[in-house]
């Protein structure tokens, strides 16, 4: 069974930073595609960032490009999203998923998601 747990949301000011973390069991770690979504009420979830299956390249949705980095440590089985210079529009419900489909210039999620990590930006 896959389970992944989302952990480090909260609450910071404008320009703060926080780091989200996903831990994830039931699955191959290694060489799995995983990204961050992140979705506020009445709109659709959208893809955040993402990793490929070769643990090193990365989608980045446009918004966030040079203020948030993807990363993931095998050896914990946990995918990270660090983010700096956050504004009160990165204000979100973020999910981290498994086996997303990925490429350079797009991810979608599939079937295997986290609980979700509040995140919430002040001005």
């Known amino acids: 069974q896959v389970q992944l747990v989302e952990s480090g949301g909260g609450s910071v000011q404008s320009g703060g930073s926080l780091r989200l973390s996903c831990t994830a069991s039931?699955?191959?770690?290694?060489?799995?595609?995983m990204g961050w979504f992140r979705q506020t009420p009445g709109k659709f979830r959208e893809a955040v960032s993402c990793?490929?299956?070769?643990?090193?390249?990365?989608y980045y949705t446009d918004s966030v490009k040079g203020r948030f980095t993807i990363s993931k440590d095998n050896a914990k089985s946990t995918l990270y999203l660090q983010m700096t210079s956050l504004k009160p529009e990165d204000t979100a419900t973020y999910y981290c998923?498994?086996?997303?489909?990925?490429?350079?210039?797009?991810?979608?999620?599939?079937?295997?998601w986290g609980q979700g990590a509040q995140v919430t930006v002040g001005p």
């Open positions: 990793i490929g299956r070769d643990d090193s390249s990365t």
């Open positions: 998923a498994a086996d997303v489909y990925y490429n350079e210039n797009d991810c979608k999620g599939r079937d295997y």
């Open positions: 039931g699955l191959r770690f290694y060489g799995q595609a």
